[in-house]
């Protein structure tokens, strides 16, 4: 494994590092990278700003705004807390979050702070949610990525935020605040620099990683695949397809489903998006498209979805549960 020290708190940079080194860089070997941002919101890939964002309050407090190429839902990160990244050469393309959360989960015991896995994706400490984690393939590679709240500004998460009432109503939650918990509360004397020194020891230890460096050539480089990837304007960017249908449902152990429709005088498909906070590496446009003039009928529909998903699955969702949320 090769531990790459990252000191760039930009996340489009960040970002751009992960792209680079799974389309570019293409190691032989896992990378592990761990780095924190200024005040950021985290976009997931399928998710739509205007449901997820506070953009007055993101706008007014300078807060950074970027569309992850992962699913998921969206976050708030900031230096009060660190991302961690694991990239593995691996072909198989099923969504799996169990080695990369395993290793953190020993890095956090092996500091004095007892995680553990708690449903699809998160880290919990006495119940109560630490991390968050998303993950992508691309071309051999995954990347699991996830944020760890130290010292988080609460106040700017519960107000940069907005939770969907649907997954509200489901999980009988009304804010950010009784989801989510600083791991300082486990460790009152640390700072989040001393936190994050901790954790990277414990990770070298435990992996026992070589250390690696990027060359001045790849640092530019960077910066140019961050403007292409990762620009603002594409989080704010809006479908401005007005749709007569909307049907979202919150799935327990998948995540908020959305789908907008609408349908022509002959009740076929003209328009449909699939959205929300669920995790795949699906194409939405070559989802789409396969449903476009296709009559709004249930037994048209079923086989297309289930070749969609055969295709590219949504984690954990079964197909006749997409085509339930259709009808």
Same mark, same amino acid.
């Given at each position: 494994?090769? =531990?790459?020290?990252?000191?760039?708190?930009?996340?489009?940079?960040?970002? %751009?590092?992960?792209?680079?080194?799974?389309?570019?860089?293409?190691?032989?070997?896992?990378?592990?990278?761990?780095?924190?941002?200024?005040?950021?919101?985290?976009?997931?890939?399928?998710?739509?700003?205007?449901?997820?964002?506070?953009?007055?309050?993101?706008?007014?407090?300078?807060?950074?705004?970027?569309?992850?190429?992962?699913?998921?839902?969206?976050?708030?990160?900031?230096?009060?807390?660190?991302?961690?990244?694991?990239?593995?050469?691996?072909?198989?393309?099923?969504?799996?979050?169990?080695?990369?959360?395993? #290793?953190?989960?020993? %890095?956090?015991?092996?500091?004095?702070?007892? %995680? !553990?896995?708690?449903?699809?994706?998160?880290?919990?400490?006495?119940?109560?949610?630490?991390?968050?984690?998303?993950? =992508?393939?691309?071309?051999?590679?995954?990347?699991?990525?996830?944020?760890?709240?130290?010292?988080?500004?609460?106040?700017?998460?519960?107000?940069?935020?907005?939770?969907?009432?649907?997954?509200? !109503?489901?999980?009988?939650?009304?804010?950010?605040?009784?989801?989510?918990?600083?791991?300082?509360?486990?460790?009152?004397?640390?700072?989040?620099?001393?936190?994050?020194?901790?954790?990277?020891?414990?990770?070298?230890?435990?992996?026992?990683?070589?250390?690696? =460096?990027?060359?001045?050539?790849?640092?530019?480089?960077?910066?140019?695949?961050?403007?292409?990837?990762?620009?603002?304007?594409?989080?704010?960017?809006?479908?401005?397809?007005?749709?007569?249908?909307?049907?979202?449902?919150? #799935?327990?152990?998948?995540?908020?489903?959305?789908?907008?429709?609408?349908?022509?005088?002959? !009740?076929?498909?003209?328009?449909?998006?699939?959205?929300?906070?669920?995790?795949?590496?699906?194409?939405?446009?070559?989802?789409?498209?396969?449903?476009?003039?296709?009559?709004?009928?249930?037994?048209?529909?079923?086989?297309?979805?289930?070749?969609?998903?055969? !295709?590219?699955?949504?984690?954990?969702?079964?197909?006749?549960?997409?085509?339930?949320?259709?009808?």
């Amino acid at each position: 494994m090769i =531990y790459l020290p990252v000191d760039s708190l930009d996340v489009r940079h960040n970002f %751009a590092l992960e792209y680079y080194l799974m389309t570019e860089k293409r190691p032989s070997e896992p990378v592990l990278l761990l780095w924190s941002t200024t005040p950021t919101v985290m976009l997931g890939k399928f998710q739509t700003a205007e449901n997820e964002l506070n953009r007055p309050f993101i706008d007014a407090h300078h807060i950074a705004a970027v569309r992850r190429l992962s699913g998921g839902g969206t976050i708030y990160t900031d230096q009060g807390g660190c991302q961690f990244t694991l990239i593995t050469p691996d072909k198989d393309t099923a969504i799996d979050f169990s080695s990369g959360l395993s #290793l953190i989960t020993g %890095a956090l015991n092996q500091i004095g702070i007892k %995680a !553990q896995n708690d449903s699809r994706n998160d880290l919990v400490v006495d119940g109560r949610k630490v991390s968050g984690s998303a993950q =992508y393939m691309i071309n051999g590679f995954r990347l699991h990525h996830g944020s760890l709240l130290f010292d988080a500004n609460m106040d700017w998460m519960a107000q940069a935020l907005q939770v969907d009432p649907v997954k509200k !109503q489901a999980k009988h939650i009304n804010s950010v605040h009784q989801r989510t918990v600083n791991l300082i509360e486990q460790k009152p004397n640390w700072t989040a620099q001393e936190f994050k020194r901790k954790l990277e020891k414990a990770l070298l230890n435990i992996t026992g990683a070589q250390i690696g =460096y990027l060359t001045a050539a790849e640092k530019k480089h960077l910066q140019e695949i961050a403007g292409q990837r990762f620009s603002e304007t594409a989080v704010w960017r809006s479908d401005n397809r007005k749709f007569d249908h909307v049907h979202k449902r919150y #799935l327990t152990g998948i995540g908020v489903v959305s789908v907008a429709f609408n349908l022509d005088q002959e !009740q076929h498909f003209s328009a449909i998006h699939l959205s929300g906070d669920f995790f795949s590496n699906i194409n939405l446009q070559q989802f789409e498209r396969s449903l476009i003039g296709k009559a709004y009928q249930q037994r048209v529909v079923t086989p297309i979805i289930e070749h969609q998903l055969q !295709q590219s699955p949504i984690k954990g969702l079964q197909p006749e549960q997409l085509t339930e949320l259709l009808f």
